[in-house]
């Protein structure tokens, strides 16, 4: 995951000693607010000046064509507008822009509204506390908004902004996230070089459990154990995507799971007479799982004491009823 420094975060420093930190950490983007303020460009042309990092705009306005020349004068690699301050929603960008387009939304806007835009624009940011203040707290609500968008527009980047710490950058990460906005984290750290360690590789103290932002069960691939046949097993499979299906009871209790292998295993035994294969005898009834009130430093732990790699996982409650399912498969995949 993209980790792109909030510039303006930097309090402390004049712009050009920031710039030359930032060059040094080789952090991946430059993240600029702008307040409806056509001055910006002035900073980016310092910027630019300086530094080869690709710069991120986020632009905070009413209306978006007095921005529309400067954009066309300056070679952005990344542009960004705020839903719900235009007046004028249709935005009509000229096709000389050269950069990536990205549309900004709060954590109470439907994400169908990027549907008008889909056609034209690269990307979502997701704007987890308020948009141009710093230092908030991610809102938890937004895990569930992102693997919603992801289903709906699998071939669109997620951008997110707004309370990202070390804990909240692994869960993006798992999550496929293509890029995050920090900057309170980053320049009130004593180190930017460990604090950009943090965001792309390392975990830290937890606060969010697994529950948050695992995939919730009717996200998941899922079988009543009533309905359990080689058809329901290979189409579930198939649309699921994640290499498993997990096997339910009537009272949604966890019974165990069928995964990619233990479909093979049940094939090659039955291979001659496939009319009459026993799909039950193919389930894993003793996998291991995780509790949803896992926190993200349980998680971990749990999954470094294991000998083989772990792929995907069940999510159950206390009383083995199955939640949901969190898979690493962005993590295994390393950088996006």
């Not at 056509?38 to 905070?60: A, C, E, G, K, R």
């Not at 990344?78 to 387009?101: A, H, R």
């Not at 937890?206 to 058809?231: A, G, T």
């Not at 019974?255 to 007479?273: C, K, M, Q, W, Y």
């Amino acid at each position: 995951m993209k980790i792109s420094a909030s510039i303006y975060s930097d309090k402390q420093q004049a712009l050009s000693q920031t710039i030359q930190d930032l060059n040094e950490s080789h952090v991946d983007m430059i993240h600029v607010d702008c307040k409806d303020d056509l001055n910006v460009f002035t900073d980016i042309d310092q910027i630019q000046q300086s530094s080869h990092i690709p710069i991120d705009l986020h632009i905070i306005t009413t209306d978006a064509k007095r921005f529309i020349p400067a954009l066309q004068s300056f070679d952005i690699e990344y542009v960004t507008f705020q839903y719900e301050d235009l007046v004028d929603k249709n935005l009509d960008i000229p096709k000389e822009f050269s950069g990536q387009l990205g549309l900004a939304i709060t954590t109470e806007t439907p994400i169908d509204v990027f549907s008008q835009y889909a056609q034209d624009f690269d990307f979502i940011l997701f704007m987890c506390t308020i948009p141009g203040e710093s230092g908030g707290v991610f809102d938890k609500r937004n895990f569930r908004r992102i693997r919603a968008f992801q289903s709906k527009y699998p071939h669109k980047k997620v951008h997110v902004d707004g309370g990202v710490n070390a804990e909240v950058s692994f869960i993006l990460r798992n999550m496929g996230v293509y890029a995050s906005v920090s900057g309170s984290y980053l320049f009130n750290s004593t180190n930017i070089n460990s604090a950009l360690l943090n965001l792309k590789l390392n975990e830290i103290e937890s606060h969010f459990q697994v529950r948050d932002f695992m995939k919730d069960l009717d996200e998941s691939p899922v079988i009543f154990e009533s309905d359990l046949n080689l058809q329901s097993l290979l189409r579930t499979m198939n649309e699921g995507k994640l290499g498993f299906v997990m096997i339910l009871n009537q009272s949604e209790e966890f019974v165990g799971i069928i995964g990619n292998a233990d479909l093979r295993r049940g094939l090659l035994t039955s291979i001659n007479d496939l009319n009459n294969i026993n799909v039950s005898k193919m389930i894993n009834r003793n996998p291991l799982s995780v509790k949803g009130t896992y926190t993200v430093h349980q998680l971990l732990r749990f999954i470094k004491k294991e000998s083989m790699p772990i792929v995907y996982l069940p999510v159950i409650d206390d009383h083995n009823k199955a939640i949901g399912t969190i898979n690493f498969m962005n993590l295994i995949k390393g950088e996006l």
